[in-house]
């Protein structure tokens, strides 16, 4: 892009500003969080030359700074004469995501970091991607009508679980590979404050030569303290899961009693966050994965509660039944 | 389960642990201890059983699993070796669903109200005292996590276990009838039923009359017993542990316990053969197991003589040495033992998750993207309409009526007024508008990026579908043409109204790739209506508004105020509009005339 161009159309919007309010509305257009200058920015890496066009970006930011502030002091006060104002006098309106995009955006970087790619799948879902593939027994209870919802019973269902989504993984990729996938799920509840049919998950995969537990609890460790601040304290217990042997259950100590017990982690002092383990060699198997040669971890975490607990939202139903609002102005 | 520390440690009489370090070391081995309490001087641990684990649905289990831990022998229970006499018991099986079944005949009972050892012990598990008879049945299926049922003789003179063909209606001892179905296992005299396999009934009930009796303890096909109680919306604590896997080879010891606890406790005398029929036998599970692989597995030095030491604790057995590795067989207890992995995992668990370090993920090396283009679009599309001030909504994807007949139904939603999956984001959104309007939200403008679902050609399908509100709609046709690569491609809305719009982006070009950076902001919930008030302020000289905005903003409590703005400015007078939220019309109307020294 060319950025004498940017500077000149720049100019521009900034010297036809006919008030404070819009000359802040160029503002943020420009030099905003979502703002062209910073769009820029994101894209360095794409550049020929990034250090050379990092350096160019930032004296076009500058310089966009100061005909803003000029053009700040220039602009008209309003004086006793009659003023009729197309526009009304508020800060701009700046939209917002959902607090479980929010959410799914931090974990997300959390991931990027680490080169992880992302992933998705369908939400209907087929017996064999959401059940057979992850190894879960044809007895196993998710299975049942009451617990599942069914499309066309029992071949086609809404997927219970975003593990379907690793099992498609698995299946269409070839290793190495780490991904994480972000996923709405469906199970056969009554609606409440404290459960919904459609609820949220976030899983991560990676298959590789040698991996161990201790990548396992590394990965998920520094998630929760991305999340949760350098102070939170987590522990790692055996679990069973069909998918995963060896299994874990990956808890967060109370932030509420700080281990000592109370009403929230119901007098445990820890609060369960997930399921996770080394991928089932069954499950290798059953993608055309060898066992012997790959091994993997997937962890999979319910997205819902830590959101909630996040924006201190006690309804869960909120999260879907449009009673979720957003100040418009920051305020 | 249940399990009270003082009876845990009759199995394990060398531990030395308190109970809260049994809960915690339990948790650790993964027997996640849920409830912790004390009753009746007795501390009562609640543990969350995995259901690959039907052998901890037992002291006998349990307490396998803390010898194993703590490196302690275990304690089995006192048994008294009887005899068994040469008369035959009227029983016969006509099912292929009893995987095996002992039973003896026993009489010159004295059956009588229990004792109070056993009355507190059995509360202690949340079952009410019958009388002593049936109560050391249910303290027994504790103890080893079986099952066992008495027939009075004088009620039934023979046991028939037979798959359902003729009966339809099924009394169970508490007076409720249960309607049965076609297969259900019962157990019958061929006049009426009896008893289902995990639940009696008042047929063959024993009180304290009772003298003479059959006993059987017996393992059914955990698919029949589980498609029963479901089906039958009947729950016990015979069906939570007859719907797993069971071993059938527990049923000798278990069996003799009850018999010794019998002739102790009721006087018995055995007055007949003991009937063993055994037809599922299960065959020995062979594992070749690498006692280094729980290192590799773990990513940490774990000695292989502590592998080997946890095997053998566990009850393995060594059949064969090999190379490089052992032919290890599990024993028949443990059901969830068939693979190397399974091995693996227990030696880990007994190690200690604890001891494996946290402070290193996963290589950081980047792998070949694997993204598809569609979620960098997403991504993409909601960062440009962020910046144009949209609030993305999330909604339901299941809906109450379907556009057309290409609409997927669900099969057996329980929330049956939701049965369409939606075929445009714009039906939820409508649901949403409907919201704001109720609230009163001024101004909304918002979109959603999500799935929608057809039928075509007898297929299943699903798209990715952007759409749009704006409660203005040449604005919402202006900020279209400002998102790429949505520009000249936005059709108006389905018939609903011009506010909204609908694309599938499918179609539409996708960015090689795009990562958005995060950002929080705050989200509110809705749960009163926004008011919104007008205000006349008359200054003597002219001021700039947005620092009147400032100023005027501070002297309102945040957690009411939703809005402030000035609308319209003519000469020194400043109309401020403001809306309110979390309050009343009363007190939002005080505060406002407060703030603007209207009073």
Known sequence: MNLNQILIESKNKINSANTSAELENIRIELLGRSGLINQLFSEIRKAENPHKYGQQLNKLKKEVEILIANKSTNLPKIDNCKLKIVNSFSLPKVGHLHPITQTERQLNEVFKKLGFSFYDGPEIESDEYCFQRLNVPPSHPAREMQDTIYIKEPELLLRTQGSSIEARLLSQEKPPFKVAFPSRVYRNEKVNKSNHFIFHHYQGVVVDKNITLKDLFGTINLLFKTLYGPNVIIRFRNKYYPEVEPGVGPDMQCFNCQGQGCAICKGAGWIEMGGAGIIHPKVLKMAGIDPHLWRGFAFGLGLDRWVMAKYNIKDIRTLLGGNLAYKPNHL | MKIIYSEIKKWLPDLKDDAKSVRDNLTQIGHFVSGFEEIDSEIVLDLEIRSNR????????????????????????????????????????????????QATKISNLKNSPSPSWLIKFLKLHDINSINTLVDLTNYVMLQWGIPCHAFDLKKSSELIWENNQNYSEFTSLDGSKIKLSPKNLLITDSQKVLSLSFIGSENSSIDLNTTDSILEMAIYNPSRVRS????????????????????????????????????????????????????????????????????????????????????????????????????????????????????????????????????????????????????????????????????????????????????????????????????????????????????????????????????????????????????????????????????????????????????????????????????????????????????????????????????????????????????????????????????????????????????
């Open chain 2, 54 to 101: 039907a052998d901890c649905l037992s002291y006998y289990g349990i307490a396998r699993e803390l010898a194993t831990f703590y490196n302690l022998d275990l304690q089995i229970p006192e048994i008294k070796s009887f005899q068994f006499s040469e008369s035959s018991i009227p029983i016969t099986i006509n099912s292929p669903d009893v995987y095996r079944i």
């Open chain 2, 228 to 599: 029963d109680s479901r089906s039958l919306k009947t729950i016990t604590e015979a069906s939570i542990r007859l719907d797993k896997e069971l071993d059938t080879q527990t049923i000798p010891l278990a069996f003799s316990h009850l018999l010794s606890l019998l002739i102790t406790h009721c006087g018995a005398i055995i007055s007949s053969q003991l009937l063993d029929i055994y037809p599922k036998v299960p065959s020995k599970i062979t594992i070749e197991f690498d006692p280094s692989s729980p290192a590799s597995y773990a990513g940490i030095n774990i000695p292989t003589d502590f592998s080997l030491d946890v095997l053998k604790h566990l009850g393995c057995s060594i059949i064969k040495n090999l190379k490089s590795s052992l032919l290890i067989s599990p024993p028949s207890l443990r059901k969830d033992l068939n693979l190397s992995e399974d091995l693996i995992e227990e030696v880990i668990r007994f190690y200690g998750y604890y001891k494996i370090p946290i402070d290193t993920p996963v290589d950081s090396q980047t792998l070949p993207d694997i993204t598809p283009p569609i979620l960098y679009l997403i991504e993409n599309l909601k960062d440009q309409l962020l910046a144009l001030g949209y609030d993305e909504i999330r909604s339901w994807p299941l809906v109450k009526t379907p556009l057309d007949k290409n609409a997927i139904f669900t099969q057996n939603s329980i929330n049956s007024d939701y049965p369409v999956l939606r075929q445009s984001l714009i039906q939820s959104l409508k649901t949403q508008l409907d919201q704001y309007r109720r609230f009163k939200l001024p101004a909304p403008q918002f979109f959603e990026i999500g799935k929608i679902y057809f039928q075509k050609n007898g297929q299943y399908l699903e798209q990715n579908a952007l759409a749009i509100y704006h409660y203005d709609s040449q604005k919402l046709e202006s900020d279209l043409n400002l998102v790429a690569p949505v520009k000249g491609r936005y059709p108006k809305g389905r018939g609903v109204d011009s506010n909204f719009t609908e694309i599938i982006l499918d179609d539409l070009p996708k960015p090689k790739k795009y990562l958005p950076t995060f950002s929080d902001s705050k989200a509110i919930e809705l749960t009163s209506q926004i008011i919104t008030l007008d205000a006349n302020l008359n200054l003597d000289s002219p001021r700039d508004p947005l620092d009147l905005i400032k100023e005027y903003s501070t002297k309102i409590n945040p957690k009411i105020l939703w809005s402030i703005e000035i609308i319209d400015v003519y000469k020194n007078r400043y109309t401020f509009r403001v809306s309110y939220y979390n309050c009343d019309d009363k007190t939002a109307k005080k505060i406002h005339l407060s703030t603007f020294n209207l009073l």
